[in-house]
């Protein structure tokens, strides 16, 4: 009768669709499998490139119902680096992003829209330099399934431009913008 049991709930297991549900992901920087990137227009003649060095954050993702996805992001401000340490020192400072006073700038999503083809458009709220302003990610689906090391990843790619003025960020020259490069990879809890 067991046997029985057994072999019906695993016929029927079988046989129903597999349906794909929400993950919760811790995203990887221990690992150095994440990062955030900016980009900003040096008085219009160039571009300087850095990175924050430490931040931490979860989503939650489910390709069969992606507007349930949410994400969170905390950024340590004070580890800016753009690979040159008295600019860092300045960009630091209160004269521009005043790391001292606001060390955190976190991002809540509000929604995820599914545009097709794994592409996305997480909109959420980016609290920096102590204005909370809502802003657009274009992200991009790269992959998800089993690591080496018996755990599940998922990763995405996003992009977005993010006016200083609008958070009272002073502006020099041509530099009224900074252009982030998000590169995501969770590790499933």
């Known amino acids: 009768m067991k046997k029985t049991i057994l072999a019906t709930g695993l016929a029927m297991a079988m046989a129903l669709p597999l349906n794909a549900s929400a993950a919760d992901y811790n995203i990887d920087t221990k690992g150095a499998h994440a990062s955030i990137n900016f980009k900003v227009s040096h008085l219009g003649y160039s571009f300087i490139q850095g990175r924050f060095n430490k931040f931490d954050g979860q989503f939650s ?18 580890s800016l680096d753009s690979n040159h340490a008295e600019r860092d020192k300045h960009i630091r400072s209160s004269d521009f992003i005043d790391s001292s006073k606001y060390s955190t700038a976190t991002f809540t999503s509000t929604s995820v829209v599914d545009q097709g083809d794994g592409k996305l458009e997480v909109m959420g709220d980016l609290n920096l330099h ?6 657009v990610i274009e992200a991009q689906f790269i992959g998800a399934g089993q690591d080496p090391w018996g755990g599940e990843r998922a990763g995405f790619y996003g992009t977005t431009r993010l006016e200083l003025a609008d958070y009272n960020i002073q502006v020099m020259g041509d530099s009224s913008y900074v252009d982030m490069e998000l590169h995501v990879e969770g590790v499933k809890k």
């Open 61 to 78: 993702y489910d390709p069969a119902n992606v507007a349930a996805s949410t994400v969170v992001v905390n950024v340590d401000t004070r």
């Open 130 to 135: 102590g204005v909370t302003k809502p802003i």
